[in-house]
């Protein structure tokens, strides 16, 4: 124990083990969402001596001092942008680089928008479900694999229905029958505990299920605006002549 007023050396002593812990320490935070960034180091922010540059049409211009290069760049009234920093040295582009971002933006929300996800839905029934409430849930099936996603059918059993599990088997099979133009039997019907479940997968891929959506959405439109084009055409009748006209 050190005396009062007294410093110790060893209190500053970095080991591995110290260090280590603060370098995962430091990662974790980072992964967490801290300062390191994914965008790239553009103009002053770019910290070599020297770059390999890049034209704004994709010509090779060469190495050149990182002081010309920013000359480049305000002549063309463009951003000098980073685009391979683990190169030596670093190769750097003359571009717009708030038009570049804009446009990956958009390209990273289209990507998004055409990504099919599996989704897998699911419909209860009961072994002595009504006629009425069969077809209902039927059709919904039907949207379903119609949208490409799959199906958990669910058979619940209560009581002495337990006892009966024929009951739902065929049930199962009656609904795998109806809408096997659109969707096979992915899982077999089994037993888990008073349920009976059967999983139907559609024939169609869920890329195709969402161009066909958005094909008919786009005629729906077509033919919309195609009826109110065509009400706007009508002619209206001809004026009846007057008088004046009449004696002439």
Not at 25 to 49: F, K, L, T
Not at 128 to 144: A, L, M, Q, S
Request: glycine share 6%.
């Amino acid at each position: 124990m050190s005396r009062p007023g007294h410093f110790s050396c060893t209190a500053r002593l970095v080991t591995p083990k110290r260090r280590y812990a603060a370098v995962r320490q430091a990662v974790a935070w980072c992964y967490r969402g801290g300062s390191i960034s994914a965008e790239p180091r553009i103009n002053d922010r770019i910290r070599v001596p020297e770059v390999r540059l890049v034209g704004p049409s994709g010509e090779q211009v060469g190495i050149v001092p990182l002081a010309k290069a920013l000359e480049l760049a305000q002549e063309y009234d463009l951003d000098l942008v980073e685009v391979a920093a683990n190169a030596r040295p670093p190769v750097c582009k003359l571009m717009d680089y708030g038009k570049f971002k804009y446009e990956s933006a958009m390209k990273a929300r289209e990507a998004r928008k055409n990504q099919a996800h599996t989704v897998i839905k699911e419909m209860k029934l009961r072994p002595k479900i009504d006629p009425h409430d069969y077809d209902t849930k039927k059709g919904h099936v039907v949207r379903f694999l119609k949208q490409g996603d799959k199906v958990k059918i669910t058979i619940m059993f209560r009581g002495r229905e337990q006892s009966r599990p024929e009951l739902g088997f065929r049930l199962l099979q009656r609904l795998a029958s109806d809408v096997e133009d659109l969707g096979f039997i992915e899982s077999n019907p089994k037993q888990d505990g008073r349920n009976m479940i059967m999983v139907l997968g559609p024939h169609k891929k869920k890329t195709e299920a969402m161009a066909e959506a958005r094909e008919a959405q786009a005629a729906r439109k077509a033919e919309r605006q195609g009826g109110v084009a065509a009400d706007q055409s009508v002619e209206e009748p001809a004026e009846e002549p007057t008088e004046e006209h009449a004696q002439a």
